[in-house]
């Protein structure tokens, strides 16, 4: 069972188990994603804004075909032709769609045609005027949506700041989304008064997600201070709006005398139709053609992911690090079978950087390259040394799994290159030690990660 803290009266508004909402990203979030997060307790939701009846009714069908859990579809009106918004909400209604989340403008008449006909309202907001406008609308929840996030944005304070204004309207549920992708991070909005989250990045980088890898891949990458916002990207949205990227060719202005001229090239495809220049279509899995100059959106929450793993991995390690936080917040002691799990994963990252080492030793000649590899292999093996010391004092078998991130790094071609992901991956550990290291009571256990710690320093030096 999970924390009775995650247990807010948000999730028994959903009917779903955790109040994580997947947030409704427009091409990223159907129905593998919605459903997926559904299934592991959070609450799926369809990213289907501006899109064909047809398809809406095709990923509908698709979900319940997944999942038997609520879900919701996202629709933004004031981005939406009145014709296809008129056909997407029949639709909608016709398919008996438990809830709808909304963005942008408030629009009253369609708040109470739906509440008229039983559907749950979420509508995500940037600011108090807008929550306020929406409360009277007769909404069921607000999405507190901070300019940490990523895509489209329409608020310019925090998350953090945000929040704690609109629950003081006291009213309905209010839910944080922005800058949110760990479990510290959701429990400081829970602290703040919001009964859930709405991660997008989060779940953007997930292999459900419908994104291009090649989005999803410099999202974990990225860092928060690399994210920008820009109304560079303008066609297929009929207002100004500034989106939450990462930098490419043009949001660096390249394509300046193309943009004053409102000039649109297409410069790809996907989903059977062309992409154009300064599209606000982010690459999803079939995007062909010039991926770099599409938009990469990103939250600031990006900082805060590492890997990309099934989303019911992602909900879970995102309820195992409330806990977590949770534990260290009310100093109660540690878990020795939650202790002996992480140990295990920093034995299995370990020994994948082990074992790399001596594969890529067998691709090379080069004499400095294998000292160098030399030297890492080394460092991996008595940091493994220390870790299945460490298991066998607490009384566990250490693991003799790697994962798949020897794999991931084979596949890299070019040594050098693997050699930097590998780098990206071993800082992954030493930052896993770094922010559990206070917390860890045995001071022998603290010795012996401490010298994992500097193993790793002295690499970063080679």
Known sequence: MPHPALHTPLVDLLGCDLPIICAGMGGV?????????????????????????ELIRREVEA????????????????????????????????????????????????????????????????????????????????????????????????????????????????????????????????????????????????????????????????????????????????????????????????????????????????????????????????AEGRLEDMP??????????????????????LVEEVEACLVRLQGAPEDETGLIDWLQQLMCAERAGARLMLDSARQTDDPQLLRHLDELHRGEAQSCRLLRASLQRLGAEPSREIGDFHARAMAIDDLHERLRFIARGQRWVARRIVERLPHIRQAWLRKELRAVLRLHRDEDAV
């Not at 307790?41 to 990213?47: A, I, W, Y």
């Not at 990469?296 to 990309?308: E, F, N, T």
Request: hydrophobic letters at 50%.
């Open 296 to 317: 990469i959106y990103a939250g600031q929450s990006c900082a805060q992911l590492r890997d990309i793993p099934a989303a019911a991995q992602r909900v879970a390690q």
């Open 29 to 53: 979030a159907r129905h593998e994603l919605a459903a997926a997060v559904g299934n592991a307790g959070g609450f799926g939701c369809l990213g289907m804004v501006r899109e064909p009846v």
């Open 63 to 286: 979900y319940r075909a997944l999942s038997e859990r609520p879900f919701a579809v996202n629709l933004i009106p004031a981005a939406t032709p009145p014709e296809l918004l008129a056909a997407q909400v029949e639709a909608c209604l016709a398919l008996q769609v438990p809830a709808m989340a909304l963005f942008w403008d408030v629009q009253p008449a369609l708040v109470r045609r739906l509440k008229e006909a039983g559907v749950l309202v979420l509508h995500q907001v940037g600011r108090r005027s807008q929550a306020e406008a929406a409360l009277r609308a007769g909404v069921d929840v607000l999405i507190a949506q901070g300019v940490e996030a990523g895509g489209h944005v329409w608020g310019e304070v925090s998350t953090l700041a945000l929040v704690p204004e609109l629950v003081a309207l006291g009213e309905v549920p209010v839910v944080a989304c922005g800058g949110i992708a760990s479990g510290a991070a959701m429990v400081a909005a829970l602290a703040l008064g919001a009964q859930g989250v709405a991660c997008g990045s989060a779940f953007l980088a997930t292999r459900e997600s419908y994104a291009h890898d090649y989005h999803k891949q410099r999202l974990v990458e990225a860092t928060a201070d690399e994210t920008l916002l820009t109304e560079a990207f303008f066609r297929n949205w009929p207002m100004p709006a500034p989106v939450r990227v990462l930098p490419n060719a043009v949001t660096h202005g390249e394509y300046a005398e193309l943009h004053a001229r409102r000039e649109t090239p297409v410069i790809g495809k996907q989903d059977g139709g062309p992409i154009y220049l300064f599209s606000t279509d982010s690459p999803l899995r079939d």
